[in-house]
T-cell receptor, first 114, second 115 residues
């Protein structure tokens, strides 16, 4: 069975500093995708970044990068130069390639301090 | 602009009452999903539909029902059998196909409370 673990319920970061949000996963599927979503207090889920299990390079999208370590089954999100607007819940998720069910972690709440 | 529209934003249910949450998408996506989110927790899958007139139960389908009569629409009914319906409900859609790894697109959610 697939499982996503986010061990940090809450994180604090100073504005303009970088922060890493942890995500480990478990799956027996050889091909899968890993996703990170942001959920502001308003509730909508915003897609941030995607990493395929066979991708050779770590994904990057602007200030977001994914530190993918396949052997350790970890897919940590790195946010560089944190902004006050980054304060939100962040969810790591996984889906088998070609599948329909996406598994979500419990999330990490990030607080950015001015 | 393409997107997913959920309505209403807030909904109140009386004991013994069925309520229906609306979800409409204009992204031309084949697959649609309903999730439940409880405070401080992740998303749990209620139902999903890969194609019109077909849907499957997710992990917590008891007390819920859905229909998929049109590609654009995937309404969720919270029945009186769901004894703890107070939660935030999110609808999502995505493309389908072998090798697909596209992200899901989400609506803004409906917050359901018991009166």
């Amino acid at each position: 069975a697939q499982k996503i673990t986010q061990t940090q319920p809450g994180m604090f970061v100073q504005e303009k500093e970088a922060v890493t949000l942890d995500c480990t996963y478990d799956t027996s599927d050889p091909s899968y995708g890993l996703f990170w979503y942001k959920q502001p207090s308003s509730g909508e889920m915003i897609f941030l970044i995607y990493q395929g299990s066979y991708d050779q390079q770590n994904a990057t999208e602007g200030r977001y990068s994914l530190n993918f370590q396949k052997a350790r089954k970890s897919a940590n999100l790195v946010i560089s130069a944190s902004q006050l607007g980054d304060s939100a819940m962040y969810f790591c998720a996984m889906r088998r390639t070609g599948g329909f069910k996406t598994i979500f972690g419990a999330g990490t709440r990030l607080f950015v301090k001015a | 602009d393409g997107g997913i529209t959920q309505s209403p934003k807030y909904l109140f249910r009386k004991e013994g009452q069925n309520v229906t949450l609306s979800c409409e998408q204009n992204l031309n996506h084949d697959a649609m999903y309903w999730y439940r989110q409880d405070p401080g927790q992740g998303l749990r899958l209620i139902y999903y539909s890969q194609i019109v007139n077909d849907f499957q139960k997710g992990d917590i389908a008891e007390g819920y029902s859905v229909s998929r009569e049109k590609k654009e629409s995937f309404p969720l009914t919270v029945t009186s059998a769901q004894k703890n319906p107070t939660a935030f409900y999110l609808c999502a859609s995505s493309t389908t196909g072998t090798g697909n790894n596209q992200p899901q697109h989400f609506g803004d959610g409906t917050r359901l409370s018991i009166l």
